[in-house]
């Protein structure tokens, strides 16, 4: 019923509801789950999601020329 | 008799062939350098090089501006520079966004789709479009009705429609729709999973003996949010032996530690049951204990049954798969990125590298086997990308270099250059009165010693300026696609391996420098300045050419060039951030990488090679002579817009 439970520090905490707030995060949890999605599966490797700059540059990076 | 008449008619209209008694036979070695050809030959090591060398002649043939591989072979093919075939690096950019995309091709989407549940369907067929333009030597062949045989030519993916039977180079994408991205699997938890440079890391697990893992495919765009398509695959490995069995949904191989696969098939489900395309890959078991660590090549585009068009005529390819089994579709085959970031050490490069070599001279073999007229042009990629390679094995004062690995490697471009003089050997054995001889290379080679990150220089000396309170970064936290610029402020950019744009007003969005007498004295300013840069650890000038492309190029897209060409020293290239809009503190940096030796320079400094069983007559020939000389050989005269004349006829 309450989920998990992390503990943050209050000092982190405050700049994570700070950051929620100016990118429109409807809440600080709803910003943390995002957050850590995305870091999950790029972890993992799993299925990485479209963003088009880095599509761009893994299609280019074959080639040898580029890092 | 009706038949007979039935032929003579067809044969008039063009619908078949007539006989042509003359051969050409075009050797395209891709990187093959004059200096060190000259080493080998004068050692004895290349007889058949020396034998042709004596017999025709051996010359310098001066490469494009600039000397990189799609836009040197594009001035072979058209005859023309980049003004008019319009490749003037292995990377352009949109001007409206600045976003970087492969020269030489483009994927286009479906233009319109249907929503049905989660799933999209395509309404319309989606295109890949061939970027070069101007007509082939191949194509204006077609038309005097002079068959042609074009195997693995850089910059023609998608093959150009022709009735010459051709097969797609470098510039060819796999089945990602990438230039090649490996997958390495491993539990060795201090390997850094995600995206790697040119490949992917996946975390596994061995429990019970197996390690359970996906192979991924391309992106679905047939699904909502185009997820990537993906099959299962399960290794079991031996619990004592360093043996594995690698089980994939249509078949399963047997790998000792240190052994690839052959290639395998695999296809991925983009609609269940209507639409699915089909790969090749192959596995090589790096460990099995105590770690385990498998690397998967990038997924290939099965020549047997492509997922986008490779060849001319469509059934060349399923043909060529027929007669050589599978073989790597992709265009720059050997996988140097895996290299680069240890994911197979220089012993397992080589044996990839070797994999891929061995696969073109069998197809070599049957190419020349069935010559019997016409043009045969055979493109071998393996010195390029080995001197690119192993260049620091060569080099004493190389930063990526060590006595160890000289000790290893010193002779590996040596035994190449072997394996090519032995290529020739069989096309020697086969020459005949009427058949000519080309063989040529697109450019040289040098080492790559130092980087010259060109972004970083122009924002120290204020050409390019960062948003307030932003800074430079550094190695890979310099940032892509000019992240922080303040474009208000900035009055040049760099993009590409030479280029240098204005930020044109206009053209640019967000542009400020305007035509004319500002760009012209800003042009002036750079190019001085440039020319008098000198690397700190050397004195050395770190750019030895600066060339404007609106002197170097003619041509309808002259236009669309980068303003200045930058023409780097031996011994300099442009940094490895900087060729896509990165912004790093330091301008020169030690080139650490295993990529060691590059072309990306002064094009004056790496001319090419230029052999042939005939005289050679024309005093300084240049790539954009070999089209006019194909043409003429056949009788056929060159078209207007190709600038040179035949290699075989005296400059005048």
Same mark, same amino acid.
């Given at each position: ?19 929620? =707030? ?10 943390? +789950? ?15 999601? /479209? ?17 | ?58 010359? /310098? ?34 001007? =409206? ?5 492969? &020269? ?87 390997? =850094? ?18 390690? +359970? ?33 690698? #089980? ?12 690839? &696969? ?14 699915? #395309? ?6 090589? @078991? ?46 720059? =085959? ?68 060590? #006595? +160890? ?35 040529? &290379? ?24 960062? +948003? ?21 402020? &900035? ?34 300013? @750079?190019?001085?300045?440039?020319? $008098? ?18 002197? $170097? ?62 005289? @050679?007559? $024309? ?7 070999? $089209? ?25």
């Amino acid at each position: 019923m309450f989920g998990n439970r992390i503990k943050i520090d209050d000092e982190l905490f405050e700049k994570i509801k700070q950051c929620a =707030a100016k990118a429109g995060y409807a809440s600080p949890e709803e910003f943390i +789950q995002h957050v850590l999605e995305k870091e999950v599966a790029r972890l993992s490797g799993g299925d990485a999601p /479209r963003d088009p700059e880095e599509e761009v540059k893994k299609r280019l990076q074959g080639l040898g020329y580029i890092e | 008799m009706f038949l007979l008449l039935l032929l003579a008619v067809a044969i008039s209209c063009g619908l078949g062939r007539s006989p042509v008694s003359k051969k050409l036979l075009v050797i395209g070695i891709d990187g093959m350098d004059p200096q060190l050809l000259e080493r080998f030959m004068a050692a004895g090591k290349m007889p058949n090089f020396s034998a042709l060398a004596a017999r025709g002649g051996f010359t /310098r043939l001066t490469t494009s501006i600039p000397p990189q591989s799609p836009v040197a072979w594009s001035n072979l093919i058209t005859g023309m520079d980049p003004g008019g075939h319009g490749i003037f690096d292995f990377i352009h950019r949109d001007p =409206a966004t600045l976003a970087p995309y492969l &020269s030489t091709s483009r994927v286009e989407p479906p233009r319109f789709s249907l929503p049905l549940g989660s799933w999209r369907l395509p309404l319309s067929s989606g295109a890949t479009v061939l970027l070069r333009h101007g007509k082939s030597f191949w194509e204006i062949l077609d038309e005097h009705g002079v068959p042609s045989v074009i195997y693995r030519m850089p910059a023609n993916f998608p093959p150009v429609k022709t009735r010459a039977r051709t097969f797609s180079g470098m510039g060819t994408p796999d089945l990602l729709g990438t230039y090649g991205t490996f997958s390495f699997y491993t539990d060795d938890l201090f390997v =850094a999973a995600g995206a790697v440079n040119g490949g992917r890391v996946f975390p596994v697990t061995l429990e019970g003996g197996r390690v +359970q893992a996906k192979l991924y495919g391309p992106y679905n765009t047939l699904r909502k949010g185009e997820p990537q398509a993906s099959l299962d695959f399960t290794v079991f490995v031996d619990p004592a032996e360093p043996v594995a069995k690698i #089980v994939l949904p249509d078949s399963e191989t047997i790998l000792r530690e240190g052994e690839w &696969s052959p290639w395998l098939r695999v296809e991925f489900e983009l609609l269940p049951v209507l639409s699915n #395309v089909r790969g090749i890959c192959r596995f090589y @078991l790096k460990e099995v204990h105590p770690g385990f660590k498998l690397y998967v090549s990038p997924v290939n585009l099965d020549p047997a049954d492509p997922a986008l068009p490779l060849s001319t005529p469509e059934s060349y390819s399923r043909e060529l798969a027929g007669e050589l089994g599978p073989f790597h579709t992709l265009g720059i =085959a050997e996988d140097t990125k895996a290299l680069s970031g240890g994911y197979l050490n220089d012993e397992e490069y080589l044996q990839q590298a070797r994999l891929v070599l061995e696969e073109q001279l069998r197809a070599f073999d049957l190419e020349l086997s069935r010559f019997r007229s016409g043009l045969l042009f055979f493109y071998f990629s393996s010195l390029d990308l080995n001197s690119h390679m192993f260049w620091r094995a060569l080099d004493e004062r190389h930063p990526a270099g060590n #006595v +160890q690995l000289a000790e290893q490697h010193a002779t590996v471009l040596e035994q190449l250059y072997v394996e090519m003089d032995r290529a020739l050997g069989k096309a020697l054995a086969r020459l005949d009165d009427r058949t000519t001889l080309l063989v040529l &290379s697109d450019h040289g080679f040098a080492p790559f010693l130092r980087s010259f990150n060109l972004n970083a220089w122009l924002q120290q000396k204020g050409y390019l300026a960062l +948003q307030e309170g932003a800074s430079p970064g550094i190695g890979s936290a310099a940032g892509d696609f000019f992240k922080n610029v303040d474009w208000s402020r &900035s009055r040049a950019y760099g993009l590409g391996l030479n280029g240098l744009y204005l930020n044109l007003s206009g053209r640019e969005k967000q542009g400020i420098v305007h035509s004319g007498a500002e760009a012209d004295a800003l042009i002036a300013a @750079l190019t001085r300045e440039l020319l $008098a840069v000198r690397d700190p650890a050397s004195a050395l000038p770190a750019i030895t050419r600066v060339d404007r492309a609106a002197q $170097a190029y003619s041509g309808p897209y002259a236009a669309q060039a980068p303003e200045l060409l930058i023409g780097y020293n031996r011994g300099y290239r442009a940094g490895w951030g900087t060729v896509l809009g990165g912004i790093s503190a330091e301008v020169f940096e030690d080139n650490l990488d295993p990529w060691s030796g590059d072309h990306c320079m002064d094009f004056t400094l790496v001319p090419g090679v230029l052999l042939s069983n005939r005289k @050679l007559a $024309a005093s300084a020939p240049s790539l954009t002579d070999i $089209a006019p000389t194909i043409l003429l050989e056949f009788g056929v005269a060159k078209p207007s817009q190709m600038k040179g004349a035949s290699v075989f006829e005296k400059s005048p």
